[in-house]
């Protein structure tokens, strides 16, 4: 089951400070991945761009498997982020993993399902609003960490019952030393199971007056988030993204968020607008804000707002704002001065 909601993806600090430990400068991996570098420093990334960040770190590790583990092991539990150590301070394994179900929806786009039966728990990994398929380091990384999330709140050394991957994974050997089970690749899902007597393992870890402050925070965040989602403002900032490459296309941004262009279409429609209608939106909104930073000279401008040409930025801005550019810009200074 995939939901087709999309987010805006927070990248942790603590990614980077991981990659500083295995050796790997975070700026290779945003070179690698044809990012700017100002992604280590604004990590809020589209699925795509996630996707490229991972992929440039697996092509810069070279195999996957010991990237894998590599990666899952360096976090030190001072760098989880919030959704993260309201997990490791959970009651015990089973309270851990509801609480990494729950919160991940705050941190796209994994989004994990868990389903107890008989002596097993299954761990299926999901996409929450794409069809296109994670790179096989993230998704690697994600089902290890689920164990290392284990052995760590636990303090034993736990291992899986079976692990399933869709794509080849490097070395299996590696993994199966690692998660301490069978590897299957080429499966139809990426799943981790395990012993579910494990589940019941009280955690070391367990904070309760920790929790107490947490939990209250990430279940506002979250419900603030579900019932904030609009696909009008989903779509304007995807275009906003994209805007210096050309001009963004509905078939981009429909496949961005994992839908048919007849349904974003729809769903636009149901909202009460349109396409074209966001688009001319989402470029008025960023010249504006471009406008108002005296580094950037108007041509420089009208290519970032995915313009050909000088000259059509500047007849699109005398019907949004009745004046050129130049003098818009002029006249805003003279306001920020004053108010200053």
């Given at each position: ?31 690698k ?67 990494m ?35 096989p ?20 050394p ?56 947490l ?58 607008t ?16 471009y ?43 003279r ?6």
């Open positions: 089951m995939t939901s087709h909601t999309f987010e805006r993806i927070k990248i942790p600090a603590g990614f980077w400070a991981g990659l500083r430990q295995l050796g790997i400068a975070p700026h290779d991996v945003a070179r991945a044809r990012l700017p570098l100002t992604v280590i420093t604004e990590p809020v990334v589209t699925t795509a761009q996630y996707f490229a960040i991972w992929q440039a770190y697996s092509d810069l590790i070279g195999d996957t498997a010991n990237g894998i583990i590599k990666l899952a092991t360096v976090f030190e539990t001072a760098q989880y982020p919030p959704t993260v150590l309201a997990t490791y301070h959970a009651r015990d394994y089973r309270d851990a993993l509801n609480r179900a729950r919160y991940k929806q705050l941190c796209p786009p994994e989004s994990l399902r868990i389903t107890e039966q008989d002596e097993l728990c299954n761990i299926d990994l999901e996409w929450l609003y794409t069809e296109q398929p994670g790179p380091m993230l998704v690697g990384i994600t089902l290890a960490f689920l164990l290392e999330l284990g052995r760590r709140g636990t303090g034993q736990l291992t899986a019952r079976f692990v399933e991957f869709s794509h080849s994974m490097g070395d299996i050997q590696v993994l199966e030393a690692y998660f301490g089970c069978r590897i299957r690749t080429g499966a139809k899902c990426n799943r981790l199971t395990l012993h579910r007597r494990d589940l019941d393992r009280p955690f070391v870890s367990y904070n309760e007056e920790l929790l107490q402050i939990t209250p925070v990430l279940d506002r965040s979250l419900d603030e988030q579900q019932r904030s989602r609009s696909m009008t403002e989903m779509v304007k900032w995807i275009m906003k993204r994209g805007l210096s490459g050309g001009r963004p296309d509905i078939q981009a941004v429909a496949s961005e968020l994992g839908m048919s262009n007849r349904t974003l279409q729809r769903r636009l429609t149901d909202e009460g349109s396409f074209m209608h966001l688009l001319t939106q989402a470029r008025h909104e960023q010249a504006r804000e406008l108002s930073d005296p580094s950037l000279d108007i041509k420089e401008v009208a290519f970032l707002l995915g313009y050909e040409d000088q000259n059509s930025f500047y007849r699109a801005f005398r019907l949004w704002e009745g004046d050129t550019p130049s003098n818009w810009r002029t006249e805003h200074s306001t920020l001065l004053k108010e200053g």
